[in-house]
């Protein structure tokens, strides 16, 4: 049995289209993304950044401007998480900015949102955000209701009145 060349030609197309598309799918799922040169670079540190991670959005408005490119340990010694952000070099960010970090949904990933603020002088390349809004972390949250639901609860068998107290 002889085999048609055409056919063949066809099989080989269709692979290869097929891996094209796998490639392509994995890489939007994965969230990787080019950020060319000439991105505004800025820094904000938090005290807790909860689950933020490299690549998660930095938005204004709602509207996606940028991307956290790295989180490290400040450098001056104050031991508070520094987050480096890619922004979009079009913006004129004012110098009283400020930064939050932000959850989407109740139990959803953690993002970077951005105030700006109504100064004359704006952000340059490099510049640090002063004004931000550390990451509120849930299970520290109801562990101090625990708490303060404990503590009162306590508090009321103490101080309520025993019987054949008059006063």
């Not at 989407?104 to 931000?132: F, N, R």
């Amino acid at each position: 049995m002889s085999r048609s060349p055409i056919r063949d030609l066809l099989v080989g197309v269709f692979v290869l289209s097929g891996f094209a598309a796998l490639a392509y799918l994995s890489i939007q799922l994965g969230g990787a993304t080019y950020s060319g040169p000439g991105g505004l670079q800025l820094y904000a540190s938090f005290d807790e950044v909860g689950g933020l991670a490299p690549r998660s959005p930095v938005v204004i408005g709602g509207v996606k401007v940028g991307q956290v490119k790295a989180i490290e340990l400040s450098p001056n010694g104050d031991f508070r998480a520094r987050v480096v952000m890619d922004v979009d070099e079009k913006l004129q960010l004012p110098d009283d900015t400020a930064a939050s970090i932000l959850t989407q949904g109740v139990l959803g990933s953690q993002y970077i949102g951005l105030e700006p603020g109504g100064s004359e002088t704006m952000l340059v390349d490099g510049a640090e955000i002063t004004y931000t809004q550390s990451a509120i972390v849930i299970e520290r949250l109801i562990g101090r209701v625990i708490q303060n639901l404990g503590s009162s609860s306590d508090g009321d068998k103490d101080s309520s009145p025993k019987p054949g107290d008059d006063d």
